[in-house]
């Protein structure tokens, strides 16, 4: 699956939570920007992250958005992806942080679509991502939830079979514009999205 169809299959998808149950992405934006209301004056960070499972169907994929009220704990919501593709190891890993970049994307162009703002060949993402900045910093009443400081969780780490894929992996997510998080530090990927598998 390609980041395009994957990222129409979350924006049109529904996201299951442990203390909110099944929310469309517009439904977890909300949430997430209620969760920061809540205590305001504390620090967030949103981390999104994906593992995957080899099931008699084919491959499931459980990709995560985590909001993380630092030292008060969090909330997160979680959505599955099947792909009936047979692929390796190492293409499953690479396929991960497709689709949490994915996620990225489907989460950015869903709030500048909730802000009215237009994402087209005209008015490339990061021209509306700027608009998105200036709407949001002109106006204390709206709040932000994708914001430069995302980080992406991949489950690879300097222990295993996955350790010869750091640099590439890491460098392909940095390339994209995110913060990028390894294990032991990515649980949005290894805790939360490994718990749904």
């Known amino acids: 699956m390609g980041l395009e169809e994957i990222k129409n299959l979350i924006k049109g998808g529904i996201f299951q939570s442990p203390s909110k149950g099944a929310l469309d992405l517009t439904a977890v934006i909300n949430e997430l920007i209620g969760f920061k209301k809540e205590n305001p004056e504390d620090k967030y960070r949103i981390a999104i992250g994906t593992d995957s499972e080899v099931k008699d169907i084919g491959i499931e994929f459980v990709c995560v958005i985590a909001i993380h009220r630092i030292g008060k704990g969090g909330r997160y919501f979680w959505f599955k992806i099947y792909d009936k593709t047979k692929i390796d190891l190492r293409t499953r890993i690479y396929q991960e942080a497709v689709v949490s970049l994915a996620l990225a994307g489907a989460l950015l162009e869903k709030e500048l679509e909730m802000h009215g703002i ?22 204390s009443e709206r709040e932000i939830i994708f914001t430069n400081e995302l980080e992406i969780h991949v489950d690879i780490g300097t222990v295993g079979p996955t350790r010869e894929m750091i640099r590439e992996i890491v460098g392909m997510v940095k390339g994209s514009g995110f913060f990028v998080k390894i294990k032991p530090d990515s649980f949005a990927a290894t805790s939360l999205a490994d718990k749904q598998l």
């Open 118 to 139: 237009d994402v087209t060949l005209d008015n490339p993402v990061s021209k509306a991502f700027k608009a998105l900045e200036n709407e949001i910093n002109g106006n």
